[in-house]
T-cell receptor
Framework: EAAVTQSPRNKVAVTGGKVTLSCNQT?????MYWYRQDTGHGLRLIHYSYGAGSTEKGDIPDGYKASRPSQENFSLILELATPSQTSVYFCASGRTASQNTLYFGAGTRLSVL | GDSVTQTEGLVTLTEGLPVMLNCTYQTIYSNPFLFWYVQHLNESPRLLLK???DNKRTEHQGFHATLHKSSSSFHLQKSSAQLSDSALYYCALSARNYQLIWGSGTKLIIKP
């Protein structure tokens, strides 16, 4: 079974503070993704990566940065957190192929106060 | 652009009745892959089943779906609902650029 680990699992941040969400995968998958999930909006893609050193903007990248320093690690950075970024964030990994299955981490529940 | 439509946001059924969750898609790509992911409460989404073969039934864990390219549909079905089927179900499409296009999700609640 593919393994994707997210940290922290829960985070409370203050408005204007910096938040870093981390994701590690041991599947040797090329592709990694960051999604947020909000009631009524489903899964929305924030950033993704095709491999170490690459990051691409997803559908809702504003207010977020991403970093892929290695095949295994993919971070999501909120430089100036806002209450509208309160959400559940999921990291996922997958092979580079049209039929690829995505494997999700357990999620990070972020509250920005 | 590519899109996925799940018309029902919430489906409530009684245990033992059949389940059908609707999924239709739009793409100009002739060989799309379609997926169903399931997310139980306080868990992360996981793959339930997938298909790219036209008119072939795909089954997993009691659920089945058939990709119909003629109607651009990939409905999820089960003959008899169980309480444990209560979850959020996402239909997703992978087309030309290998990125997944997600539907908005259908919350399925099974009552005793």
């Amino acid at each position: 079974e593919a393994a994707v680990t997210q940290s922290p699992r829960n985070k409370v941040a203050v408005t204007g503070g910096k938040v870093t969400l981390s994701c590690n995968q041991t599947n040797n998958h090329n592709n990694m993704y960051w999604y947020r999930q909000d009631t009524g909006h489903g899964l929305r893609l924030i950033h993704y990566s095709y491999g170490a050193g690459s990051t691409e903007k997803g559908d809702i990248p504003d207010g977020y940065k991403a970093s892929r320093p290695s095949q295994e690690n993919f971070s999501l950075i909120l430089e100036l957190a806002t209450p509208s970024q309160t959400s559940v964030y999921f990291c996922a990994s997958g092979r580079t192929a049209s039929q690829n299955t995505l494997y999700f981490g357990a999620g990070t529940r972020l509250s920005v106060l | 652009g590519d899109s996925v439509t799940q018309t029902e946001g919430l489906v409530t059924l009684t245990e033992g009745l059949p389940v059908m969750l609707n999924c239709t898609y739009q793409t100009i790509y002739s060989n799309p892959f379609l997926f169903w992911y399931v997310q139980h409460l306080n868990e992360s989404p996981r793959l339930l089943l997938k298909s790219f073969t036209d008119n072939k039934r795909t089954e997993h864990q009691g659920f089945h779906a058939t990709l119909h390219k003629s109607s651009s549909s990939f409905h999820l079905q089960k003959s008899s609902a169980q309480l444990s089927d209560s979850a959020l179900y996402y239909c997703a499409l992978s087309a030309r650029n290998y990125q997944l296009i997600w539907g908005s999700g259908t919350k399925l609640i099974i009552k005793p």
